[in-house]
């Protein structure tokens, strides 16, 4: 939603039609993301004054994604306007939350679809390197099955785009979730992702459910070995085989790592460089057979503070016989320890 300009557009449609009506808008942010001293929607709140809303119910949904609002919102939408990040995921698991809720032969019109030229053309500098990612609706647009409208503009490109939705979009919303496969722009934060996973869950099958966990985990992947390879030559890049378990520990948690072998060494090297969590031990049953000074013996951990205990090996019976080490010594608890650690 932005600035609200989109919003005012509506209202003023709506106040023209003359018809009872509800209108929500939704964005993430409670300020305006390229300006924090504006709110989000700033100019529908100085334009509805000029506009005649006695019919129309119009509610605010800021500080959260689609995700938190659409039960709030409900089913029987007959119209959406879909313009959020233009960059993959974005809009394609924007329209996936919002799909379930949609009135059969709503209208949705998606704005931005060639942004990607439109940028590199017409865009300062920045805008230029950014071309290449602003394709998330252009994707949506060429991969969902509905009766499709393009609104051309004499000799440039079409950059609004309408779906009509029809009986086929149910049929293939596969096509959709398929393309979140691609490799994503931006990787959203994981309680976002959760709440876009527990949306889907309520209204698709397991089948398409399997298609977003799997591209969440492998653009995860993805996303460390690429900030990784910002800070790292081609060969110690390639010498790091082992990844961290993002998905099972929250940001900025204190961790113990338990293992020193290559899979410890391998998950000590990525938090020491990326450092989204904090290294509170580094230990190991052998610390003494070890040329560093910074491994501890596990009874280290008696007289540690920390949120997390990675053991950091792959095989599972011996992650198992850790495990029940670290238990039998007090050391940590068993909802506290996490692995075994897999393989790139």
Not at 52 to 62: E, T, Y
Not at 69 to 79: L, Q, S, V
Not at 178 to 206: C, F, G, V
Not at 215 to 244: C, G, H, P, W
Request: proline content about 3%; hydrophobic content about 40%.
């Amino acid at each position: 939603m932005a600035e609200g300009g989109t919003t005012a557009v509506l209202v003023n449609c709506l106040s023209m039609l003359d018809i009872e009506s509800e209108l929500w808008s939704v964005d993430l942010n409670e300020k305006l993301y390229c300006n924090a001293k504006q709110d989000t929607g700033y100019v529908y709140a100085e334009l509805k004054k000029y506009i005649k809303i006695d019919k129309i119910r119009h509610q605010f949904c800021l500080g959260g994604t689609i995700a938190d609002y659409i039960d709030k919102i409900g089913d029987g939408i007959d119209f959406a306007v879909i313009d959020t990040t233009h960059k993959l995921p974005g809009e394609l698991i924007d329209f996936l939350c919002i799909f379930p809720y949609l009135r059969e032969n709503a209208t949705v019109v998606l704005h931005d679809v060639d942004l990607n030229f439109l940028r590199a053309v017409y865009g300062n500098k920045n805008q230029i390197l950014l071309s290449k990612e602003s394709i998330a609706t252009k994707v949506l647009f060429s991969t969902i099955a509905a009766d499709k409208y393009l609104c051309w503009d004499h000799e440039k490109l079409p950059n609004i785009a309408v779906l009509h939705i029809n009986g086929d979009t149910k049929k293939y919303i596969g096509n959709v979730f398929y393309a979140l496969t691609m490799t994503w722009a931006y990787m959203p934060a994981d309680q976002i992702l959760e709440r876009y996973r527990q949306s889907l869950k309520k209204h698709y099958n397991q089948e398409l459910l399997r298609y977003y966990d799997i591209a969440v985990s492998n653009n995860q992947r993805i996303y460390e070995r690429t900030r990784l390879a910002k800070i790292m030559d081609d060969q110690e890049l390639l010498e790091i085989r082992y990844e961290f378990p993002y998905s099972q520990i929250p940001k900025k948690s204190r961790i113990v790592i338990y293992g020193a072998g290559k899979v410890g060494c391998d998950i000590y090297a990525i938090q020491s460089m990326l450092k989204d969590y904090s290294i509170t031990a580094w230990v190991d049953k052998n610390f003494e057979k070890l040329d560093n000074h910074e491994i501890k013996p596990p009874q280290f951990l008696k007289n540690c503070e920390f949120d997390f205990i990675v053991v950091a090996v792959e095989k599972i019976s011996i992650f198992q016989e850790i495990c029940s080490y670290i238990i039998e010594k007090g050391l940590g608890k068993e909802e506290q320890i996490i692995g075994p650690i897999v393989r790139y």
